[in-house]
């Protein structure tokens, strides 16, 4: 067998080497999601959605998976904010974990897909509200009101958004605060309005 043959087949086994690699990694992503969706239903904290891989983030980019992680961790990070809060834990922690999770959130919230980027902008409203409930001030309470009309603008289909927005600007109306212009007005922190923007338990 010359050499160029013997070159050749060891091209060819390398790519199926490879092919076979790639097949494998490709079968593990949705079993890492599954499992981490489950973990995440008696555990949230410790779930976590990332595979085993051979051929390390090549699978994950093929499938898109990318923004699927990222809104599952940011759902996971909004969580952790609610726990402590519940749990009456230290301030600086609190205020901490919440600008880990409106980090996390940055990226589901600018999603392509409509209902994920307003269940983000939502959670974003929530946070932003319970910034202010802790003595966050007005500046606050005026970015909850534009992430909810934000969310609302970008999928008008969010029923959550919608009742959020509704109750901000009920409670605020007998002080006679009513900030932003509700539906009709304003931009949230993702500086965009109805633009198309982009996790388990809440409808994520």
Do not use: C
Not at 18 to 44: C, K, T
Not at 83 to 94: C, F, K, S
Not at 141 to 155: E, L, S
């Amino acid at each position: 067998m010359t050499a160029l043959r013997i070159g050749a087949v060891a091209l060819l086994a390398a790519v199926a080497v490879v092919a076979a690699l790639l097949a494998a990694d490709v079968r593990a992503w949705p079993l890492a999601l599954d499992r981490g969706d489950a973990a995440y239903a008696l555990a949230p904290d410790r779930a976590a959605w990332t595979p085993d891989t051979h051929l390390g983030g090549l699978a994950g980019a093929l499938l898109g998976t990318g923004g699927d992680v990222a809104a599952r961790r940011a759902l996971q990070g909004y969580r952790r904010v609610a726990g402590l809060r519940e749990q009456l834990n230290d301030a600086l922690e609190v205020q901490t974990e919440r600008v880990a999770a409106i980090n996390l959130l940055a990226g589901p919230s600018s999603s392509a897909d409509p209902q994920v980027a307003a269940r983000a902008r939502t959670l974003l409203g929530i946070l932003a509200f319970s910034e202010a409930a802790d003595g966050g001030g007005v500046s606050q309470a005026d970015t909850a009101i534009a992430d909810f009309t934000d969310a609302v603008r970008v999928d008008p289909g969010a029923t959550a958004a919608k009742f959020d927005l509704e109750l901000l600007l009920r409670l605020e109306a007998p002080h006679g605060e009513r900030h932003g212009s509700g539906l009709g007005g304003g931009f949230g922190r993702t500086g965009q309005a109805g633009a198309s923007g982009g996790v388990p338990g809440s409808g994520y």
